[in-house]
């Protein structure tokens, strides 16, 4: 027990240096910084015989690599990624400051806490603790302190890949997000996430007539069109999929036999999910089982007393796995109908969805390491409909999971709230389950 202690102390100090850290990425390249916690891995790893790499893919957006050599090299290599980015915050509407990473009561506050410094910290962790031990695995270990994922991961995971695909050469990689408890009548089901949407970013540009905005009989008004426009996007529902994680997911919460089947008919799913409690079960239905559309930015307009003749609308599109930009830009015409014609679609971003099967070696070590962590839990593979690093290795056919353990201290309904939003915490329990969880799955299944 003393050592399990340790873990969840080490865990907590490094959580804090992270979030300290303050790594936040606007989106803009120049943001970031992750470098200031590169610097403190290596800090952190200095002395424990670990080899550690660094990667830059510009100034102060740095990545590391740390590893374990295998003993057999035809053995299956295991990645564990965690990013050191974090988005904006606003501390005006938090409880504690966001980027001070307060320990009160056995929880560790922060931006961060929860996406994902507390598994980039666990993973090191249990890095550190199995390189101290002489850990000597058959394959390789390999630790991925990632950055920039917050914005895409063109300046980390999806640089890596490109250009130095040696570093993150892996088999099989494990990162975020995955394993809040959620209480069903029979035990805790533990999300793995084993697939995403592919996201899909389209500028719709609305064109018009200038003229004089005393005289507007008969004009030809971008920004009324445009209005219509968006108006139609947000209208826009394409026919409802019902993916096997989907279902498999529903199945496993235990919900009533009317509930459980109205969620998985592609014929019902969205009516249901339009008046059903709750929300946050609401809005997963509808994200995991169509391709989305959300108008998000609107630019127009030159002057108050000017007709606009040119309107920019951003639409954010998350396709469902196997549905390709292509098939995206089909549905926005379907969506704009006799509209088409007057908008011009530019591609911003066009990415396919991604897949694993949790039917591997690596999932079977997952669901013996986590059923002997949590007692009565069963490992249920599910989409996640944000984006990860994740797609970038499974783009390439390598599995990919977004998995780590969580206490039911802080309730499954609270963790879509503080992903992204206000008073995002971890409590040090949980941190304590994953850094155990990694060590166990690396001598799992490295052996
Ligand atoms: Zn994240």
């Known amino acids: ?9 080490e865990a907590t100090e490094l959580l804090r240096t992270l979030i300290r850290n303050g790594c936040v990425n606007t989106g803009d390249p120049a943001s970031g910084h992750e470098a200031r916690s590169v610097d403190a891995l290596e800090d952190f790893f200095a ?35 965690g990013h050191t980015d974090v988005v904006p915050a606003n501390p005006s509407r938090w409880q504690r400051d966001p980027f001070g ?5 056995g929880i560790v506050w922060g931006r961060g806490a929860i996406d994902m410094l507390n598994l980039t910290a666990t993973m090191a962790v249990a890095m550190r ?72 970013s389209r500028r719709l540009v609305v064109s018009g007539t200038p003229g004089h905005g005393s005289r507007p009989l008969r004009t030809d008004n971008a920004l009324v069109t445009a209005a219509e426009v968006v108006r139609r996007v947000a209208a826009y529902r394409p026919r409802a999929r019902i993916l096997s994680e989907w279902r498999g997911y529903v199945e496993a919460l235990g919900l009533s036999p009317e509930l459980t089947g109205a969620l998985t008919d592609p ?30 930015v609107v630019r127009g307009g030159v002057k108050i007393n000017v007709i606009p003749d040119r309107v920019e609308i951003d639409v954010d ?19 704009l109908g006799d509209l088409a014609p007057r908008v011009e679609i530019e ?23 986590a059923g002997a962590l949590v007692p009565g839990s069963r490992v249920v593979p599910t989409m996640t409909s ?62």
Request: aromatic letters at 6%; a negative charge; one cysteine or more.
């Open 386 to 447: 944000g984006g990860t690093d994740a797609k970038y290795f499974r783009w390439r056919g390598i599995t990919a999971y977004g998995f780590g353990l969580h206490s039911p201290r802080i309730p499954a309904t609270e963790y879509p709230l503080m992903f992204h939003g206000h008073d995002e915490r971890v409590d040090v329990e949980s941190l304590r389950l994953s850094a155990e969880m990694w060590e166990a799955l690396c001598r799992d299944f490295l052996g």
């Open 101 to 105: 990473g307060e320990l009160v009561d």
């Open 1 to 9: 027990m003393g050592d399990d202690r340790n873990a969840a102390v």
């Open 129 to 200: 603790r199995l390189a101290r031990s002489g850990f000597r695995p058959r394959g390789t270990l390999i630790y991925l302190a990632v950055a920039d994922e917050e914005a895409g991961g063109v300046h980390g995971a999806g640089y890596l890949t490109e250009h130095r695909p040696e570093a993150v050469a892996a088999d099989y990689v494990v990162t975020e997000s995955g394993g809040v408890p959620i209480p069903t009548p029979s035990g805790p089901v533990l999300p793995a996430a084993v697939a995403e949407k592919g996201g899909n």
């Open 347 to 369: 591609r911003l971003r066009s990415q396919m969805g991604s897949r694993s099967s949790l039917d591997t070696p690596l999932g079977d070590a997952i669901r013996r390491v």
């Open 47 to 81: 002395g424990s015989g670990l080899a550690v790499e660094r990667h830059e893919s510009l100034p102060g957006r740095m990545s590391l690599v740390a590893r374990i050599e295998g003993r057999d090299p035809s053995a299956p290599r295991l990645m564990l990624m």
């Open 317 to 335: 599109i998350r396709a469902l796995p196997g549905v390709t930009p292509d098939e995206v830009d089909a549905m926005l015409a379907e969506a």
């Open 267 to 296: 014929d019902r799913v969205y009516d249901t999910a339009l008046s059903m409690e709750p929300l946050s079960l609401a809005r997963s239905a509808h994200a995991c089982t169509h391709t989305t559309f959300s108008p998000n």
